[in-house]
């Protein structure tokens, strides 16, 4: 699970890492209103997205009047950001940056531990550090009996500073953060930039976090910060529901009883040149309730231009399938074809019984698939 910067930054404030203030704005003249409350004459405003590479993208933009702050605001509001568009931007003080920094805690899958990482070239994306220069990347693996006592701490505080005023402060912000990435479960608590000011004082101008989404279940406050996306209030839905279900991007939405079977017909889709909406397994049963909870899944797509069910009737009758499938629609307001495949234990009766009604009926998977295409194009 991610959070916004803002929410990381309530997090870091919370414990001691030192931030700056901000206010938080959804509107252009909201944004306005907080240049006079900030009461720095530079103030930084930012669009608040789940994405890296804000500043990149012209979503990061300081001002040093009123109008420059709104101006900013209204341009940062109206872009969409890889996809994200910009609901909210963030006013804050703005800091005199002397030098930038990056500094992370992650989980690394190959020394099974937290890994600190730090590196002296902040504030570009540590992606590209990572590839063009990745000696200029210092990873310490940490100990999770040992965790990071003070003489540690010191210790990689000194591979980045040398002026002791700043390697004090770095001590602290590197045991705040490594206990807060402790306490919350997280799998990544991020600063980049973590920035020298013309004061001498160490400030995280940008806070990342992304928490365990297994853990989250005893990390209560954590989840009160979740935001889905459309695309993750869908899936929490299905979730709810029992299924197992991957949005993806095409026009035939699939619902099929089994995950190789569902498999298998994304693959028959894109072979005969359609592109699959998702994956649905709604596995076993042939209960008209799961069918209605499936259509309505479906049908939340607007993308959406058939709709493909392709059923294998072991234990499940194919003949009670059909009276299910017959039961939902009758419950179900939509004219989107629908095309069905049924096969396996009594599939003939179940073909029957489905004749003459709004399905169109298909006896193979290939048979199936080439009307679903059609019927998307
Ligand atoms: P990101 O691009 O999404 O990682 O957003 P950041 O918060 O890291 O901001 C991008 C860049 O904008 C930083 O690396 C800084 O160089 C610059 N920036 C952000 N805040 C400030 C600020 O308060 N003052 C100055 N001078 N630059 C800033
Ligand atoms: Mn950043």
Known sequence: ????????????????????????????????????????????????????????????????????????????????????PVTKVMVSECVDIKSE?????IIDRNSKAVVLMMSAEGGMEIEEVAAETPEKIHKFVIDPIIGLPDYLARKYAFVLFDNIAHVNQMVSILQKLYKLFIDTDASL????????????????????????????????????????????????YAKEKGFSFVHLDGEIGCMVNGAGLAMATMD????????????????????????IDAMKL??????VKVVLINIFGGITRCDDVASGLLTAFQQLDTDIPVIVRLTGTNEKEGREMLKGTRFRVAETMGEATRMAVEASK
């Open 189 to 236: 608590a991020e600063i980049n930039p973590l920035v020298v000011t013309g004061e001498e004082e160490l400030v995280a101008v940008d806070a990342k976090m992304t928490f365990d989404d297994n853990a989250l279940y005893r990390q209560p406050e954590v989840l009160s910060l979740f935001e889905p996306t459309e695309d993750e209030k869908i899936e929490t």
């Open 1 to 84: 699970m991610k959070i916004h910067e803002y929410q990381a930054k309530d997090l870091f404030s919370s414990c001691g890492i030192p931030v700056k203030k901000y206010v938080l704005c959804y509107q252009a003249d909201e944004a306005a209103r907080a240049y006079d409350e900030i009461t720095t004459e530079c103030v930084v405003v930012k669009a608040q997205v789940l994405t890296g590479g804000r500043g990149k993208a012209g979503g990061v933009k300081l001002a040093k009047t009123k109008d420059e702050a709104l101006h900013h605001a209204k341009n940062i509001l109206s872009l969409t950001i890889k996809d994200f």
């Open 101 to 105: 920094y990056y500094v992370s805690f």
């Open 268 to 291: 028959m889709i894109k072979l005969y040149g359609g592109t699959p909406a998702n994956f649905l397994d709604i596995g076993g049963s042939s209960n008209p309730n799961k069918v």
């Open 298 to 303: 479906l049908l939340k797509d607007k993308k």
